[in-house]
């Protein structure tokens, strides 16, 4: 009698086990998530073994496919020819995306908008960005650079060795970035 209420007593616990893990995705259940982590180790070995054979990470592999096939079309299509030079691109290797308008600093979306790509040599693209974009301000204001914002002129202390004489950063940035370095 005492065998048979110990036997129900481990089924009612597999069973209440069982509730407990049903209601959970099945990722965070015990077994699955030993196949998880074998799975993701089996991944890891496969990546070294394409990498040791192609001779460079898998990642650069598939990054410098993607860049060929793309060049392929845009050459089928006839739209290797450069943004910013206007000259036909020749080769794979000097292919790069471009955008129109500067995303950086100015709004998210411009990075996704597919009228603001263009194509362009690596040499014409890297100068463009190397370009800094002049941000235009009202007389008697100034960008700080911490705090991302306009402010007057006399919310900047004195700097002669920068080409609008002003620091790059707020009196009340600086005056934060001290208190926290202390």
Same mark, same amino acid.
Not at 1 to 8: C, P
Not at 163 to 175: E, F, N, Q, V
């Given at each position: 009698?005492?065998?048979? /209420?110990? #036997? $129900?007593a481990?089924?009612?616990d597999v069973s209440k086990q069982y509730r407990r893990f049903k209601s959970y995705p099945i990722r965070q259940c015990g077994g699955i998530m030993k196949?998880? =982590? *074998?799975?993701?180790?089996?991944?890891e070995k496969s990546n070294r073994k394409k990498s040791k054979?192609?001779?460079?990470? &898998?990642? !650069? #592999?598939?990054?410098?496919?993607?860049? /060929? /096939?793309?060049?392929s079309f845009a050459e089928e299509l006839g739209r290797n020819t450069c943004y910013r030079c206007k000259q036909t691109i020749e !080769?794979?290797?000097? %292919?790069? &995306?471009d955008h129109k308008e500067? @995303?950086?600093? +100015?709004? /998210?979306?411009?990075? @996704?908008?597919? =009228? +603001? &790509? #263009? %194509?362009? *040599?690596h040499g014409c693209n890297s100068s463009a960005a190397r370009r800094p974009t002049k941000i235009t301000r009202? +007389?008697? !204001?100034? @960008?700080? $650079?911490?705090?991302?914002?306009?402010l007057d002129k006399e919310e900047f202390s004195k700097?002669?060795?920068?080409? *609008?004489?002003?620091? @790059? &950063?707020?009196?009340?940035?600086?005056?934060?970035?001290?208190r926290s370095r202390k």
């Open positions: 009698m005492a065998e048979w /209420l110990k #036997a $129900s481990r089924k009612a196949t998880t =982590e *074998h799975g993701r180790r089996a991944a054979f192609l001779g460079m990470s &898998i990642s !650069t #592999a598939k990054s410098k496919l993607v860049r /060929l /096939l793309l060049f !080769t794979s290797e000097d %292919f790069t &995306i500067p @995303w950086l600093h +100015n709004d /998210l979306d411009l990075f @996704w908008d597919l =009228e +603001n &790509i #263009a %194509f362009s *040599h009202p +007389n008697g !204001t100034s @960008w700080c $650079s911490r705090c991302q914002s306009l700097n002669c060795g920068d080409p *609008h004489g002003l620091s @790059w &950063i707020c009196k009340k940035c600086t005056r934060n970035y001290r």
